[in-house]
């Protein structure tokens, strides 16, 4: 695709929901990250893959938040038994380098947790 | 904790001012790198320079880097309202957190 793709852009859940949040990077880029952001404050950071692997995932906060990336493409943050807390915007960014190279940011998905 | 810190948080400025933000980080970074965002959605690239670079230009950007210090200056020269927006700093390589930011406001 022509950028970094993200789905939903909103989601609305209730607390105690499973949510996914989807990205689909630029085409053949091999980093991947996950940002969160809440307002007024900077992006957080979550995990970053190369390939298909979690180079570093020191940034998930607990065990309800998780991450794949399977085919080293497409990748899915998955956050089980949602909190009000988790409501933010979460970003996802490719990048051809690595970090090394500039990310491209997809327009995030916002999360609200009722 | 954070990786880059921006300075000023806030700034507030004509059209056509300089404006110029700083970035402090702590660890050991193969680049620097600048990022704009607008209305809390994506952010976009600005500008990158390499741990061996000490200043680089990009239209009306000038970015510099003093690894000594840990420290990055990012000038926007001749601002217009279209710059209001919040401007982040990055270290790749380094650990791979962003700053607080800086919000700049151009009035016109």
């Not at chain 2, 954070?2 to 933000?21: F, H, R, V, W, Y």
């Not at chain 2, 601002?79 to 962003?98: H, M, Q």
Request: proline share 3%; with cysteine.
């Amino acid at each position: 695709g022509a950028g970094v793709s993200q789905t939903p852009s909103n989601k609305v859940t209730e607390k105690g929901k499973y949510v996914e949040l989807r990205c689909d990077p630029i085409s053949g880029h091999t980093a991947l990250y996950w940002y969160r952001q809440s307002l007024g404050q900077g992006p957080e950071f979550l995990i970053y893959f190369q390939g298909t692997g979690a180079a570093d995932d020191s940034g998930l906060p607990n065990d309800r938040f998780f991450a794949v990336r399977p085919e080293g493409s497409v990748s899915t943050l998955k956050i089980q038994r949602t909190e009000r807390g988790d409501s933010a915007v979460y970003l996802c960014a490719s990048s051809a380098r690595g970090v090394t190279g500039e990310l491209f940011f997809g327009e995030g998905s916002r999360l609200t947790v009722l | 904790s954070q990786q880059g810190e921006e300075d000023p948080q806030a700034l507030s400025i004509q059209e056509g001012e300089n404006a110029t933000m700083n970035c402090s980080y702590k660890t050991s970074i193969n680049n620097l790198q600048w990022y704009r965002q607008n209305s809390g959605r994506g952010l976009v690239h600005l500008i990158l320079i390499r741990s061996n670079e000490r200043e680089k230009h990009s239209g009306r950007l000038r970015v510099t880097l003093d690894t000594s210090k840990k420290s990055s200056s990012l000038l926007i020269t001749a601002s217009r309202a279209a710059d209001t927006a919040s401007y982040f700093c990055w270290g790749g390589g380094g650990k791979l957190i962003f700053g607080q930011g800086t919000e700049l406001s151009v009035k016109p």
